[in-house]
């Protein structure tokens, strides 16, 4: 959400988000309509840009798939796009593409991921919480928001490993504290 386009994107992937430069965000659009009417702009829109739902965690499900999100574990281990030092995904728009199991967060798997950290704008909106304060479509202001994210002891860059190379019971001593479901 906050990187410019010379941190993260490829030509690719800004050519892959270009069909949706032209949707506007509709004024306070969070707090007048429900997620299922917001257009794509609008949805990307409510991403803070943690990273938190990047990191590798574990999740038990019950038989019938669902999950109780107070015994989810997340690690401070990243997807492979991951860049640790700024939190931003190295392609974003054509992650799924590099990593074919990334979760794109819809509306519709949207009620099966409750296990998204509890500052999530999409998990907070769906469960009828308002937007974190520190939130940009609250601030208007994207160093003043990674700041106040900072003091809020939010978001997976400068603290986070790359998966890459790491076995999984490695993996499994990196579970961390510092991301509440």
């Not at 917001?38 to 949805?43: C, D, G, T, V």
């Not at 208007?140 to 999984?168: K, L």
Request: charged share 25%; net charge negative.
């Amino acid at each position: 959400m906050f990187p410019d386009s010379t941190d993260v994107d490829s030509n690719a992937d800004a050519d892959a988000d270009s069909k949706y430069e032209s949707e506007p965000l509709r004024p306070q659009f969070w707090s007048r309509f429900a997620l299922t009417e917001l257009n794509h702009s609008e949805w990307e829109a409510l991403c803070d840009g943690c990273g938190s739902c990047c990191l590798i965690k574990y999740i038990d499900e019950d038989e019938s798939g669902n999950v109780d999100e107070e015994l989810v574990e997340y690690t401070d281990v990243t997807c492979q796009l991951m860049d640790c030092a700024t939190g931003y995904c190295s392609h974003y728009a054509t992650r799924q593409e590099h990593v074919p199991d990334c979760i794109q967060l819809t509306m519709d798997n949207l009620p099966k991921m409750m296990w998204l950290p509890s500052h999530c704008a999409y998990k907070r909106l769906y469960k009828g919480q308002g937007l974190p304060s520190w939130h940009l479509l609250l601030t208007g202001d994207a160093v003043v928001t990674q700041q106040q994210m900072r003091a809020a002891n939010v978001g997976v860059a400068g603290r986070c490993v790359t998966e890459i190379g790491m076995s999984d019971e490695e993996m499994e001593t990196r579970v961390v504290n510092w991301v509440n479901p």
